[in-house]
């Protein structure tokens, strides 16, 4: 009885773990033993780190505070969690710990209570960091988590990982145009709300002012708000694609359900594709810096340009005869978070001078 009671209880604690979608739904204990919810740092940028103060890489809080006196003032945080694994390397209470912390480094970010990070007691929080973070278990002393604002994590670094790495990482999030860049993912579920039209308007006015050879600008773009338009050409598509539409229980209209298009076209001989891609990137990466998500779109193009029932919509869209419609951007308050897709770093290649 004693045995099934002890493997429930590691059960349930296991399934809490599990359930803790976000770093923000974990808790842990501060240096006095409190217990302090993560989503109080909720927004912040985070490095989390397993420390040790008799280790040979214990000289790095000196290079962390530095870290921390550096960005502290723009929301970033080191969350510091002494673990005793690794060669016994952080004896003491979590004082005594903080003491000679103080007194050798004098550190200013807040140190936690004394922590298992692998095996059987390894704290949520590592659980939670290895899974998201990858690399299995923790190696070492001074193994660090960069967590983004959004409460994911960006990278894990290993022991002998360079401070000035995290560092150059960093910058992803405090430079707000490299943040937009990163941050910005394919949304295909939006709420059921509208742009607001001034939005709109500066968004169109980011896209452009994109980069044109010789100031060209070959592109003509026009912004539907009009929803009974949207609504009525996703009727033409609902009938001619009726088994898909009712696959997709989520289906609203065709454009991804977003609340809102703009609509890019180019010359109809051809010419303008790049010019209109950068106009395109621009007015993502703007409505991602306004709080807004976009899905650049290639299908509806091809069913509006083919089907003789679009020809209304394509009237109201007022393009010259000489402009084609070229793709479309679904734009609207986006209803989910998805997860960055990885990219090949490898087709990447710097070439430097004297090297190969």
């Not at 896209?207 to 026009?222: D, K, L, T």
């Not at 088994?243 to 010359?267: G, H, L, S, Y």
């Not at 734009?331 to 990447?348: C, F, H, L, M, Q």
Request: proline share 4%; charged share 25%.
């Amino acid at each position: 009885m004693i045995k099934r009671t002890i493997i429930y209880v590691l059960a349930m604690l296991c399934m809490q773990t599990l359930s803790a979608q976000s770093i923000y739904d974990i808790k842990v204990n501060n240096d006095e033993g409190q217990s302090v919810s993560l989503s109080d740092y909720k927004g912040k940028v985070l490095l989390i780190v397993n420390t040790a103060t008799r280790c040979g890489f214990t000289p790095q809080y000196k290079e962390l505070e530095a870290l921390y006196q550096k960005y502290k003032g723009l929301g970033f945080e080191i969350l510091d969690f002494p673990c005793n694994q690794f060669g016994q390397q952080a004896p003491g209470t979590i004082q005594e710990i903080h003491q000679f912390c103080m007194l050798n480094y004098d550190i200013h970010f807040p140190q936690f209570d004394k922590i298992d990070v692998n095996g059987e007691q390894e704290h949520p929080l590592y659980t939670w960091l290895k899974a998201q973070g990858g690399g299995g278990d923790i190696k070492w002393n001074f193994t660090k988590f960069l967590i983004g604002r959004d409460g994911k994590v960006i990278k894990r670094y290993e022991s002998r990982d360079q401070v000035a790495t995290i560092e150059t990482d960093m910058q992803m999030e405090f430079n707000p145009v490299l943040n937009s860049i990163m941050a910005r993912r394919s949304v295909r579920k939006y709420l059921d709300k509208p742009v607001e039209h001034e939005k709109l308007e500066l968004i169109v006015r980011a896209g452009i002012n994109a980069p044109s050879g010789s100031n060209r600008q070959p592109w003509i773009v026009r912004v539907v708000e009009d929803k009974k338009l949207i609504s009525d050409v996703t009727e033409v598509y609902k009938q001619e694609n009726a088994e898909q539409v009712k696959r997709d229980k989520d289906f609203k209209n065709m454009f991804r359900n977003a609340p809102n298009i703009i609509c890019v076209c180019t010359p109809a001989k051809g010419g303008g594709e790049l010019d209109a891609g950068l106009l395109g990137e621009n007015i993502m990466l703007a409505a991602q810096s306004m709080g807004l998500g976009t899905c650049c779109l290639g299908g509806p193009v091809h069913f509006l340009t083919s089907n003789n029932k679009c020809k209304f919509f394509l009237e109201r869209l007022d393009i010259p005869a000489d402009y084609k419609l070229n793709y479309i951007i679904a734009i609207g308050y986006p209803d989910e978070s998805p997860n960055a897709k990885p990219r090949d770093t490898s087709k990447v290649k710097f070439i430097i001078s004297g090297k190969e």
